[in-house]
């Protein structure tokens, strides 16, 4: 949205991004780049960053003489895409869009700057027919650009050929949205000082031709200087244009390696590639490689996809039918770096196989910052899949992964079978293990993560929503958020929430321990279905400092739970019940679970309940339970002159935030004010504010960007404003 004055270098960059949607069945598909360019003059017209979406013909962004939808609203108002993007998912089956921004500290397109993006479309597929586009009109109070046709501009031909084109919007086509007065006051007019978005006075009218800014003269747009040449009604104005070529390359069955550039991309393979050993294959940030049917990427050297937050790497397939089946690493010299990097829509099922999205045996696989989706197996590890492998998993999201068979499978987001393991910072959710056979015994096991016979640990992840069911005879469902058997794991500071072990003999909701040497600490396990913590045959596990409350139908059961686990005896240093190894069954109270928000509250049981003894949170302050630590309250600054009886104020929605979050503080008198946003580890990524500010309440928005205008990722962060002789810091949590 656009809320704030264009001074400000977080003012443009509140929008949610688009995303290329899933596409079913690809029979042929092609790179077809679109470039958009701001043909505005210098000194006149940007605009919002240009929404781009592929669909069947018949995609109506808006009705001239008709009100405006809310989605449109949105966009012509405030430049924000959601709306749209929901209208179109639900629309277009197997369409595809995005959002097309400048890349750089400021999204929206100035005048000359143009932007591409390249999509795989299929040529056989109507939904990707025809090309539709919309963009908010800057600065104005609701003027926007789309076309009135949405089966004005056809992409391929009913056979498929490609019929390119150049498309050119000029002035004459702006549109008023007619929801909001063209007043151009600057509070009201983004782009032009407008400080809330949604903050002109309602129009009421209907989408029509728009007439033009205010004349010059009237201390509207055209008075001020950096929009001296924006009056679009001029003969000749030109906004937008929009070019569409084919840019793809071909990659046949064989070897593979070197460097896969951007502009080569998309990677259309078409056969099972291999990188042979001691030779590598690196991906520039951007690429996107898309794999056929029943083929598959492996990896007996090294593989290097190092992408960006504003730029990550695709590899998927189709969404439908056997589709690809996925990256192998495979060899003790073999070796995978993934970072900024979606893995999509493998599936090993259909040739009854273990291993999804990503396969790393014997080898190393190193993956950060990444998402793995929508991934299916048929014994296990849908998301990632390891045997005797080294594997480190950072700051991503691996979830609505599944496996499914007729006999047992392990490991709906995660499997690992000796391995050593490091995953930290991370969300394992919404997998699942479903097994089914009518005749015989079936196992489910580990639907969010399974550990067999693994070392490591696992740290600060939030682990929830899992799923794990079978039918026959004999059979379990063990560990639906975490299954361990064998080796000696740590498990520490994570939160284990919401994980289901459905059907008959639940062996643990929340966790299934079967091993020696296992280590619990620090964890919040809570609100699972098949019991909290279900201990099998084992011993010298250490399980302490956790808290363990409202799981169904026991917090621990099972044969071999230590002696004393869960039963009363004494109280911790926050004066709480807790047994005689300091764990709690209290209700952790996160700030909004049913809305994924598992921050602590301030009146938290969890608050410094942590293992005095490991680790201090990032505050300086005992180890908190979970793996969102609270951030308390630091003393004042040395030297300061804290007023007595008044507090500086701080405070952050939405929280979390996907795209922006409003931080708000009120001073208790006029004072230089200096706040930054720091990462987890405690290092300063962006100075949102320092300069003098009076007395009083103030609003700064944070776009979730550094200091070097790149996304920030999904992660928990802290706040901090030094002020009045005051200090505090609080938690925001960024969720991409």
């Known amino acids: 949205m656009f809320s704030i004055s264009r001074s400000q270098s977080i ?4 929008f949610t991004a688009g995303v290329l949607l899933a596409a079913p069945v690809l029979a042929t598909p092609v790179g077809v780049t679109v470039v958009v360019e701001n043909r505005a003059p210098a000194g006149g017209t940007w605009l919002s960053p240009v929404w781009i979406g592929f669909h069947s013909g018949t995609f109506d962004i808006y009705d001239t003489g008709a009100a405006a939808s809310g989605a449109l609203e949105s966009l012509a108002e405030d430049g924000e895409a959601t709306g749209l993007n929901n209208l179109f998912d639900q629309g277009v089956p197997g ?13 929206p397109l100035a005048p000359g700057q143009s932007v591409s993006r390249t999509f795989v479309l299929d040529t056989a597929n109507p939904a990707h027919r025809y090309l539709s586009w919309a963009s908010m009109v800057l600065p104005s109070n609701d003027a926007f650009i789309a076309p009135d046709d949405p089966a004005g501009h056809r992409v391929f031909d009913n056979g498929g050929n490609f019929l390119g084109g150049f498309i050119n919007v000029a002035g004459s086509e702006v549109l008023d949205a007619g929801t909001e007065v063209n007043d151009e006051v600057p509070a009201h007019t983004a782009f032009f000082g407008q400080e809330t978005p ?42 937008l244009s929009i070019t569409l070529y084919r840019s793809d390359t071909l990659v046949p069955a064989g070897n593979v390696s070197g460097t896969w550039s951007l502009g080569e991309s998309p990677y259309l393979v078409q056969g099972d590639i291999t990188v042979p050993a001691g030779e590598s294959l690196d991906l520039e940030p951007g690429v996107v490689v898309h794999v056929e049917d029943g083929h598959q990427i492996r990896v007996l050297g090294n593989l290097t996809a190092v992408g960006q937050e504003a730029a990550p790497i695709l590899f998927s397939g189709p969404a439908s039918g056997q589709s690809w089946r996925g990256l192998l690493i495979e060899g003790e010299t073999a070796a995978a770096d993934l970072e900024h990097c979606i893995v999509e829509n493998a599936n090993l099922a259909w040739n009854y196989e273990e291993g999804g999205g990503i396969n790393c045996l014997d080898g190393s696989l190193e993956l950060r910052h990444s998402l793995i989706r929508n991934n299916d197996s048929f014994l296990g590890g849908a998301g990632v899949f390891a045997r005797n492998a080294d594997l480190v998993i950072s700051d991503c999201d691996i979830g609505n992964n599944h496996t499914g068979g007729t006999n047992s499978a392990t490991g709906g987001g995660i499997f690992t079978e000796n391995c050593q ?23 489910s096991r580990g639907g969010g993560l399974a550990l067999l016979n693994a070392t490591g640990s696992v740290e600060r992840c939030i682990i929830d929503g899992n799923y794990i069911t079978h039918s026959g005879t004999a059979t379990e469902s063990a560990g639906a958020g975490v299954y361990i ?4 794991p740590t498990l520490r500071g994570n939160t284990i929430e919401g994980n289901v072990a459905n059907y008959n003999n639940p062996r643990g909701g929340g966790i299934h321990v079967q091993g020696y040497s296992v280590q619990l600490v620090n964890n919040i396990v809570t609100g699972n279905t098949g019991s909290g913590i279900w201990f099998g045959p084992s011993s010298l596990n250490t399980i302490q400092y956790n ?15 230590p002696g004393g686990v869960g039963v009363i005896s004494q109280t911790n240093a926050n004066g709480d019940p807790c047994d005689d190894f300091f764990n709690i069954s209290l209700d952790p109270r996160f700030v909004n679970a049913a809305g994924g928000d598992f921050h602590l509250e301030a009146a938290s049981p969890c608050i410094d309940a942590g293992d005095p003894a ?11 339970i979970g793996a969102l630590y609270f951030a308390q309250e630091l003393s004042a600054v040395p030297g300061g002159d804290r007023d007595s009886g008044t507090r500086l104020m701080l405070r952050a929605g939405p929280a979390p935030m996907t795209t922006r979050s409003a931080i708000s503080f009120s001073l208790p008198r006029a004072s230089h004010v200096k706040l930054t946003v720091y990462d987890i580890r405690g290092r300063a990524v962006r100075t949102l504010l320092d300069a003098n500010r ?38 925001l949590s960024i969720v991409r």
């Open 614 to 624: 490991g680790p201090q949170d990032p505050d300086g302050t005992v180890a908190d």
């Open 198 to 239: 949604d903050s002109g006075d309602e129009q009421g009218g209907v989408v029509q031709s728009h007439a033009g800014f205010l004349p010059p003269g009237s201390g509207g747009i055209l008075d001020d200087p950096d929009f001296a040449m924006a009056d679009f009604t001029v003969p000749g104005y030109q906004m």
């Open 485 to 488: 058997n064998g080796g000696g």
């Open 11 to 14: 003012a443009l960059t509140l």
């Open 95 to 107: 369409g595809a869009r995005d959002l097309l921004a400048s890349g750089g500290e400021i999204p």
């Open 421 to 443: 393991v490091e995953i930290a910072d991370s969300r394992i959710h919404d997998n699942q293990v479903i097994t089914s056979n009518s005749f015989g015994a079936t196992n």
């Open 694 to 731: 009076p007395a009083g309440s103030g609003q700064v928005v944070f776009d979730g960007r550094d200091e070097s205008g790149q996304h920030l990722p999904s992660g928990v962060y802290l706040y901090r404003m030094q002020a009045a002789g005051q200090q505090r810091t609080n938690k």
């Open 547 to 561: 808290d363990v409350w409202d799981n169904s139908p026991a917090n621990f059961s099972g044969p071999d739970a």
